[in-house]
């Protein structure tokens, strides 16, 4: 007859045997119905995750150093950055959590106790022990707890490098819609040197009997008005800066950019594109991660249905002092194994939480993917439209320079009122604005399918 140990040791085996029959569910990536290319370009591939690559200094591409060095500071002062960064270090202390579970416990005790009852003599029990445990992971609850931390770690890994790829982008946006209203702030502190000299022309006329007092006015008009738009645009830079200082954690007032209307150029894009470019895209994979996480959800909360088995020892002295002269020593070892038999549905709720967990990651993976096509979609197309925007805006700004010419030459020459130098002016000034508005929204196009695309191209 088989004696206890053989006996636990013949149960361990059937046990392992049972759990070869219980599998948590695959782990199947969400399928998504997808065209064979872009509209704006090229074809498609086999998507190959490369979330994990360096993106490297994709800001170089606008070819500002003052740009290269801001963004260098997002890595070591942006607090939404170091927060981030504070997230992946507790899920990764989340998953060495669960992984302790794989290994045995060992937790030792003493105590000392005086006790006395009646009129008996005081005693002192004095007891020491070792108490170890280990929990059998037959049915993967460990193992499928373990998995599920390390992709949700993964995950939150993805969402702080979506947050530095954010800003980093908003950064750059930020910085370049800056270098427009200084390139805004230089056209119109030219045109007013240009209109001031045009209303000391209509005053010296009207000195000379050959102008009417509404020319002068509407010299006045047009060059007052300019010099309130060259004063508002110091709001909108003012406010630029102050997003810039919070983005490499400085506060605004210890912060400032110098002047600087330097010419700027939109990067060209790749003339053929596939689904490569997605395939750093961290917020896409940290969603597909948190699907792989929930999967293994679902296998710990099916390992509820069967027993756990655990192996448990423990040994140590205890005595009284004075009565015994040797400590009584104590000691017990062998399995243990436990199994709800009742609980209300309690698992059946929780295998069905896990799984409606699955389901709701499954659909914001695929609305993650959606968004990022719908991203790159947008930008491509802005970028392509807005480029031929402007180069008819182009014309417009060089017809209209040429009419204003005339238009004054005429004044000058006395055939034509100021009312039409007034008009040919104003039209000069909107359509050169215009071209520096297109060139920031197409800038703004630049960076954001930078973005899009996950970090560069």
Known sequence: MPNPFQRAFLACV?????????????????????????????????????????????????????????????????????????????ARALTENARSAYFPTLTGNGSSLRSQTGRSPALTTDATSLDFGWEIDLWGRIRNNTSAAQANTEAVAGDMESTRLALQAQLAQSYLALRIVDAQKRL???????????????????????????????????????????????????????????????????????????????PPVPATGTSRWLERRPDIAAAERRVASANKLIGAARAAYFPTLRLSASGGFSGIKDLLSVPARFWSLGPQMAAPLIDGGLRKSQVDFAKGTYD??????????????????????????????????????????????????????????????????NASLTSELTALNILNRRLAASVLLVKALGGGW
Request: some cysteine; hydrophobic content about 45%.
């Open 14 to 90: 059937i046990l392992a045997a049972l759990a070869a029959c219980v599998t948590s569910p695959p782990v199947q990536h969400p399928a998504m119905d997808l065209p064979a290319k872009f509209k704006e370009q090229g074809r498609w591939k086999v998507a190959q995750p490369r979330d994990t690559e360096s993106r490297g200094h994709w800001w170089t591409i606008y070819h500002d150093p003052a740009l290269n060095a801001l963004e260098e500071k997002i890595e070591v002062s942006n607090q939404s950055l170091i927060s981030a960064a504070a997230k992946v270090a507790q």
């Open 188 to 266: 119109l502190d030219g045109e007013i040197t240009s209109y001031s000299k045009s209303l000391q022309l209509t005053q010296n006329r009207k000195a000379a009997g050959i102008a009417a007092r509404q020319d002068v006015a509407q010299a006045e008009t047009i060059l007052a008005a300019t010099q309130a738009q060259s004063i508002d645009t110091e709001v909108q830079r003012t406010q630029l800066e102050h997003a810039i200082a919070v983005l490499i954690g400085v506060p605004p007032a210890t912060f400032s950019l110098p002047v600087r209307p330097d010419a700027l150029s939109v």
């Open 360 to 425: 709701q990651n499954v659909a914001d993976y695929r609305q993650a993917v959606l968004a990022g096509l719908q991203q790159v979609e947008d930008n491509l197309a802005a970028l392509r439209v807005l480029e031929r925007e402007a180069g008819v805006q182009a014309e417009a700004v060089r017809a209209a320079r040429v009419s204003e010419a005339a238009a004054l030459d005429l004044y000058k020459a006395g055939t034509s009122d100021y009312l039409n130098v007034a008009a040919a002016q």
